[in-house]
């Protein structure tokens, strides 16, 4: 069984910032993409930064300029730097990552991390 344990969300005034960590255990053989996704109230689930084990990134637009994604490939562990936060950024913070096990690779999630962005 693979885990991810989030951590480093709560409550921040507008223009403040946050650190959120992932860190993936388990039966891991290697841990591939990690990235993080974000679900505001009555809305879907969007991608926010994501990167691969080689170190490709890709932002969304919105967050581009103030969120940086990073990751120890050595502790499995994936970062969000999140600066000049703004109201909007308000949601449920996800961790995902697509985990190797054996011959196969699997998507995993983490249980969210609420970020909460004061005006």
């Known amino acids: 069984q693979v885990q991810l344990v989030e951590s480093g969300g709560g409550l921040v005034q507008a223009g403040g910032s946050l650190r959120l960590s992932c860190a993936a255990s388990?039966?891991?053989?290697?841990?591939?993409?990690m990235g993080w996704y974000r679900q505001a109230p009555g809305k879907q689930r969007d991608l926010v930064a994501r990167i691969t084990r080689g170190g490709s990134i890709d932002y969304a637009d919105s967050v581009k300029g103030r969120f940086t994604i990073s990751r120890d490939n050595a502790k499995n562990t994936v970062y969000l730097q999140m600066n000049s936060l703004k109201p909007e950024d308000t949601a449920v913070y996800y961790c995902?990552?697509?985990?190797?096990?054996?011959?196969?690779?699997?998507?995993?999630w983490g249980q969210g991390t609420q970020v909460t962005v004061s005006s």
């Open positions: 388990g039966r891991i053989g290697s841990v591939n993409d």
């Open positions: 995902n990552a697509r985990v190797t096990v054996g011959t196969y690779d699997y998507i995993y």
